[in-house]
């Protein structure tokens, strides 16, 4: 089949028409696709950057959900703190309750026997009144006991022998023990056991000695003398002399001491709140093995570490929570019993062991401050990490459609002129057409 031969009139307008139509495709799938750079013949440059910050983009993508579910896990263990320190702050009321009903368990010794002074000692001494005698007397002299009068403050045992004096002051395992010199009074007798903080006396204004235990073990006070500070001391702890139950005034000669034994006693009230107190103890342990999230927990000692960027080694950033295992042995705080305690627990009806309570409450709850503030320290570093990895992942996406993404109005602006130009092309081609078909006229 022969050639057919074109004009260059009709071979320049076709070229342009074909060049037109060409440009059309390419635009028309800009616009289909919504990209300039769909391969990398077109822009091998743009292409692979793209495709590189993308990749990275949807790395980041995946690791907030790992912080996300971090964010969660600090938050339930955050929130656990909070309902324990209500825990701990309901036990104080229980025991600040406990403490409030103190009267009635606290041992006292008041008797006919602690009476130190009498009608007849203040008749002698011009009517001084009976607590001033009671307390200006002196605990021993190189004499028998003698009673106050006009020159003489009188005093209450006879240290001829026994030179040396001591006192004890003992409840529970808690001992308090001091040398009196040779000059002391039932003053520095009344200081010195309020010193002790193991109890608090006082003469009353009938010459009584009054001691009150600050707790609700058993009191014991003894007064011993001895040959020396030594046996004074053992003197004065002597369960004998302790449990005397007499009265410092009615010692004898060369006695070796005397003393004041009272036994403390049960309050209802302590007793009906030993199951309150326990009851809340145990909800401690149990919130604390609540708290957690997505099989982490951070008041079980559990480790969260949470990741940041998408490299490996030495190059990636992480965060690492160290939970604590939280429980109520933990903060210190006993089980409450009425009686002798055994190990981890404390005698509700003592008055000491409450004070101890208390302050192991208080010092529980410092400790809960600490941690929260630990928690709260990392939740908001963990928060802004995820709102940095957002922000970041957003900055990628942007870069990445910013090298690839065609401009849909410049784009569909120059499909238009092409169509335009595709139109004059198909007319200029039809004027060459008709130029040709002149030069047949002439042979008509």
């Known amino acids: 089949m022969a050639n057919t031969i074109l004009t260059s009139g009709v071979r320049a307008n076709l070229l342009t028409l074909q060049q037109t139509t060409a440009e059309q495709g390419v635009i028309q799938n800009r616009l289909a696709t919504g990209k300039r750079v769909n391969s990398a013949i077109d822009n091998p440059v743009n292409f692979f950057t793209s495709l590189g910050l993308?990749?990275?983009?949807?790395?980041l993508k995946g690791l907030l959900d790992g912080i996300s579910n971090g964010i969660q896990t600090i938050t339930a263990a955050s929130q656990g703190i909070d309902g324990i320190t209500k825990f701990v702050q309901s036990l104080q009321s229980t025991i600040k309750q406990a403490q409030a009903d103190a009267a009635a368990n606290r041992p006292n010794k008041v008797g006919t026997a602690d009476v130190l002074a009498?009608?007849?000692?203040?008749?002698?001494?011009?009517?001084?009144?009976?607590?001033?005698?009671?307390?200006?007397?002196?605990?021993?002299?190189?004499?028998?006991?003698?009673?106050?009068?006009?020159?003489?403050t009188g005093h209450l045992i006879d240290t001829t022998t026994n030179t040396n004096l001591a006192l004890t002051v003992s409840a529970g395992a808690t001992t308090y023990t001091v040398d009196l010199s040779a000059t002391a009074t039932v003053r520095d007798?009344?200081?010195?056991?309020?010193?002790?903080?193991?109890?608090?006396?006082?003469?009353?204004?009938?010459?009584?000695?009054?001691?009150?235990?600050?707790?609700?073990?058993?009191?014991?006070v003894g007064v011993g003398a001895g040959t020396n500070a030594a046996n004074a001391r053992t003197n004065a702890s002597s369960g004998t002399?302790?449990?005397?139950?007499?009265?410092?005034?009615?010692?004898?000669?060369?006695?070796?001491?005397?003393?004041?034994?009272?036994?403390?006693?049960?309050?209802?009230?302590?007793?009906?709140?030993?199951?309150q107190?326990?009851?809340l103890r145990d909800q401690i342990d149990k919130l604390a093995k609540d708290s957690g999230f997505n099989g982490k927990n951070l008041l079980n000692g559990d480790?969260?570490?949470?990741?940041?960027?998408?490299?490996?080694?030495?190059?990636?950033?992480?965060?690492?929570?160290?939970?604590?295992?939280?429980?109520?042995?933990?903060?210190?705080?006993?089980?409450?019993?009425?009686?002798?305690?055994?190990?981890?627990?404390?005698?509700?009806?003592?008055?000491?062991?409450?004070?101890?309570?208390?302050?192991?409450?208080?010092s529980a709850l410092t400790s809960l401050r600490s941690i929260s503030s630990t928690l709260g320290s990392n939740l908001s570093v963990v928060q802004t990490r995820q709102d940095f990895t957002k922000n970041l992942v957003n900055t990628l996406t942007t870069g990445a459609d910013n090298l690839v993404l065609a401009d849909s109005n410049e784009e569909g602006a120059k499909l238009l002129a092409?169509?335009?130009?595709?139109?004059?092309?198909?007319?200029?081609?039809?004027?060459?057409?008709?130029?040709?078909?002149?030069?047949?006229?002439?042979?008509?």
């Open 277 to 279: 107190f326990n009851d």
């Open 118 to 152: 009498n009608a007849t000692e203040v008749a002698d001494t011009g009517g001084k009144s009976r607590k001033d005698i009671a307390l200006d007397k002196r605990i021993g002299e190189a004499a028998v006991a003698a009673r106050a009068n006009a020159t003489d």
């Open 303 to 362: 480790k969260l570490s949470i990741i940041f960027n998408e490299k490996t080694g030495a190059n990636q950033s992480k965060l690492d929570v160290q939970g604590e295992t939280l429980s109520a042995a933990n903060l210190g705080v006993l089980t409450a019993v009425s009686g002798t305690p055994l190990t981890g627990q404390f005698n509700i009806q003592d008055d000491i062991a409450l004070n101890t309570a208390a302050d192991t409450l208080t």
């Open 54 to 59: 993308n990749d990275r983009a949807n790395e």
């Open 241 to 275: 002399n302790q449990n005397a139950l007499i009265g410092l005034a009615v010692a004898d000669g060369d006695t070796a001491g005397a003393g004041i034994v009272s036994a403390g006693g049960n309050s209802t009230v302590r007793s009906n709140l030993i199951k």
């Open 418 to 444: 092409l169509n335009t130009r595709q139109q004059l092309s198909q007319t200029a081609l039809s004027l060459a057409s008709q130029a040709d078909q002149g030069v047949l006229r002439l042979f008509g």
């Open 189 to 220: 007798l009344v200081n010195e056991i309020n010193k002790s903080g193991i109890a608090t006396a006082s003469i009353d204004d009938s010459g009584r000695l009054n001691v009150t235990g600050a707790g609700s073990s058993t009191l014991r």
